[in-house]
């Protein structure tokens, strides 16, 4: 009897917990703060902390086992944190010095601060036990991972030390890092906090495990003493010198460049920013990892250039991020030449405004500049992008984008990319208060003087129903065949595409597995201008097995079907190609396995095998990665395509290898080398990149970059060197 009525108190406090709002109140303090994480001055013991975290990961129902406090107090300029984390040990995995770390599966706090309580936006800040700090951007919702931006740099100060069975970690943020109203007196906020000696991961909020564990929607809430006043915020002005030299063997041409230029920030009132970019230079910026491409379609890379990441959502959201995104930054600094071939190119200059008006209105105006090429005869051309953006109920909003490409040249190539392309739409982003519903509908419409404006639209709708065992999609898009974005990222037009997804999760309480993960998304595409005639499916059958140690399996199953409209050939051989007007019906298999990630010593292994087109495919891929902390890490990556097609169509032996060596030698000296070697694409490349940030986002880089061809002999395709300095200027 005593046994059942402790179990029914137990419930019933637990229940509560779960449901109630929890608050921390934000201590307006006048006395100065020593960041030395020791948390010894008097304020810090007058300050009530943010506890209780709740498990979410192994399980999201139990409190966590050890505990974090966090404290916060401000002043004029500054947001103070104070935070110890308590382990179970002294053990904690520190990965790298570098900034900007990943969390999974390393040890770390990470704090979440939505200012303006629209569960849409956040600003992220986080540190290890080492006193590595990183800060990012969520957007979105925090309900997919194109939504967490890392490569947003702002300056915060942080000390963090290591004690016996915990470590505390003391901050300093200057209010100008965060976008925020005046007269505001709560924010929202949540944290998360992984401990990799007790395996867990850990929220202040609790979250449902089949969510992201930065979703936004599950905050609570942080109370300011008083309000907070208007930030005069700095004007920041951040010049760069970059000088290279190098050979492009191909042409036998000697490269020499000296480069001089600079970006400039300030915010207008508190939530609006302004960023101007003149000459900018990129040359900084990490490798591109390559892809081993076996469709007919072009692929997007991640944008990592720093000009275009912050509010980059709100540019950046619309449409179909995949297959009909209206724009696509990466478009700009890069344009096809005559012969169709993308050429790099140069951007003169650029401003961008973009943040809050108010709570509930954002805008965002981008307007760059690129330069003219008369040797591969690119025309000059103004690149714009106006969007809006209005908060409907909890966390829905309204949008709408306007693109515009307008060509400035006078030269008789300047019609080569015709003279004008505009793209005018709107959507409708739909989340509900505990995003068990979200979803999106839009519709775009383009206009070029060389397309007919007929079949010249693009229009889709999501809708996801979410909870803690199922999550249903519903989803389909329309490309019309003159729908043209240039700015946009659009790989195929003229089709009608549906990609449904019905997920069920699964739980055990008891065991080695934690998660049991069924789904099935069958992807099938019509054309409509011939009829609704059938043109692809891809049904995929997945069970991915999640483990208590955090190791990971999956089992796939692909039923493809093709119908080729042009000669294709999959292997990339150069030989007799698959013919057009064919269809092919063909099924494959794939397994994977990741281990647990906390080891020094991780690895994931894959290998598919099955049909392919008329033939069959075998892919086996491994990645290896070793740390050995916290200042080195080095990771491999072999994968195998081997194609076999019967004649007189060529099969392939496709070969992607890559190296990646990352060295810390302080947390503000790192070295990092990328070797890749590719057989589709012809290339042996080596990137090495020396940083030395020798003052807060001020930093020396010393970049080589070497590529060879491989097909025939190891020739030398081009070398380079580039030294390039920038200095983070306060005013």
Not at 100 to 106: E, I, L
Not at 282 to 308: C, G, K
Not at 652 to 680: H, R
């Amino acid at each position: 009897m005593a046994k059942a009525y402790f179990y029914l108190v137990f419930l019933f406090v637990t229940t509560v917990l779960i449901a109630q709002e929890k608050n921390v109140i934000v201590k307006k303090i006048s006395e100065p703060i020593k960041l030395d994480a020791i948390l010894d001055e008097p304020a810090w013991n007058t300050s009530e902390p943010a506890k209780d975290f709740w498990q979410y990961f192994p399980t999201d129902s139990l409190l966590a086992t050890n505990h974090t406090e966090i404290k916060m107090m401000y002043d004029e300029k500054n947001l103070y944190v104070g935070i110890r984390v308590n382990s179970i040990g002294n053990n904690y995995i520190v990965p790298s010095l570098r900034r900007d770390f990943r969390a999974g599966g390393s040890d770390n706090i990470t704090l979440l601060f939505d200012t303006f309580n629209d569960g849409s936006n956040a600003f992220l800040f986080g540190a290890n036990p080492a006193g590595v700090r990183r800060e990012a951007l969520v957007s979105g919702g925090g309900t997919s991972l194109s939504g967490f931006t890392t490569s947003w740099d702002t300056k915060w100060y942080g000390e963090t030390k290591i004690y016996d069975g915990y470590y505390i970690s003391e901050w300093s943020i200057p209010l100008s890092a965060f976008k925020f109203n005046p007269g505001e007196t709560k924010w929202r906020f949540n944290s998360y906090q992984f401990d990799t000696q007790g395996n867990e991961r850990n929220t202040w909020i609790r979250i449902p495990r089949s969510q992201y564990i930065f979703n936004l929607a599950f905050m609570g809430n942080m109370i300011f003493e008083q309000p907070l006043k208007g930030i005069k915020s700095p004007i920041s002005i951040i010049p760069y010198v970059s000088a290279g030299l190098g050979k492009d063997f191909e042409f036998n041409k000697n490269l020499s460049d000296f480069k001089v230029g600079g970006d400039a920030k300030f915010i207008l009132g508190n939530s609006l920013n302004v960023d101007l970019t003149v000459n900018p230079d990129f040359s900084q910026v990490e490798a591109d990892n390559l892809i081993t491409n076996l469709t007919r379609f072009e692929i997007n890379l991640p944008e990592r250039r720093q000009f275009f990441i912050e509010n980059n959502d709100l540019f950046a959201d619309f449409g179909n991020p995949e297959s009909a995104n209206p724009f696509f930054s990466r478009r700009i600094g890069i344009a096809k030449d005559s012969s169709g071939i993308n050429r790099s190119n140069d951007i003169i200059a650029g401003a961008r405004l973009s943040g809050k008006v108010n709570n509930n209105f954002r805008i965002g105006i981008l307007n760059m500049q690129t330069a003219k090429d008369e040797a591969f005869q690119i025309a000059s051309n103004n690149n714009m992008v106006v969007a809006l953006q209005h908060k409907l109920f909890s966390r829905s909003n309204i949008s709408a984008i306007f693109v515009n490409r307008q060509n400035t040249s006078d030269e008789g190539f300047a019609t080569a990319t015709g003279k004008y392309n505009r793209v005018v739409g709107l959507d409708y982003n739909l989340a509900n208060k505990d995003n068990t519903w979200n979803g999106k509908f839009y519709t775009h419409t383009s206009f070029s003087p060389e397309k007919e404006e007929a079949d010249n639209y693009s229009s889709g709708a999501t809708l996801t129903y979410n909870n803690e065992k199922w999550r249903i999609r519903g989803s389909g898009f329309f490309i019309g065949n003159n729908f043209t974005s240039d700015l946009g990222f659009v790989p195929r037009k003229g089709i009608f595409r549906i990609d449904p997804q019905v997920e069920y999760l699964i739980f055990p309480k008891k065991g080695t597995v934690n998660l049991h993960n069924l789904s099935i998304t069958p992807n099938v595409t019509w054309k409509p201008g011939l009829d609704f005639q059938l043109t692809d499916y891809d049904i995929r059958t997945e069970w991915n097995l999640g483990f208590k140690n955090t190791s990971e399996v999956s089992f796939n199953l692909f039923n493809k079907y093709t119908y080729l409209f042009n000669s294709f050939d999959p292997s990339r051989s150069g030989k007799t190609p698959l013919p057009a007007n064919t269809d092919y019906y063909y099924t494959s298999g794939n397994i994977r396995y990741r281990s647990d990630e906390r080891a020094a010593f991780s690895y994931s292994a894959g290998l598919t095998y099955g049909q392919f087109f008329n033939g069959t495919i075998l892919t086996p891929q491994v990645e290896v990665n070793l740390r050995i902390q916290p200042k080195y890490l080095i990771g491999l990556n072999v994968r195998y395509d081997k194609l076999d097609l019967p004649s007189p169509y060529a099969g392939n032996e496709i070969w992607l290898l890559g190296a990646n060596i990352d060295v810390t030698l302080t947390k503000s000296i790192f070295w990092a080398t990328l070797i890749q070697y590719s057989n589709q694409e012809d290339n042996l490349g080596f990137n090495s990149r020396l940083q030395w940030r020798f003052a807060p986002l001020s930093d020396l880089y010393l970049i080589y970059n070497d590529n060879y061809y491989t097909n025939d002999s190891l020739t030398p395709r081009f070398r380079t060197m580039n030294l390039k300095v920038t200095y983070w200027l306060y005013l």
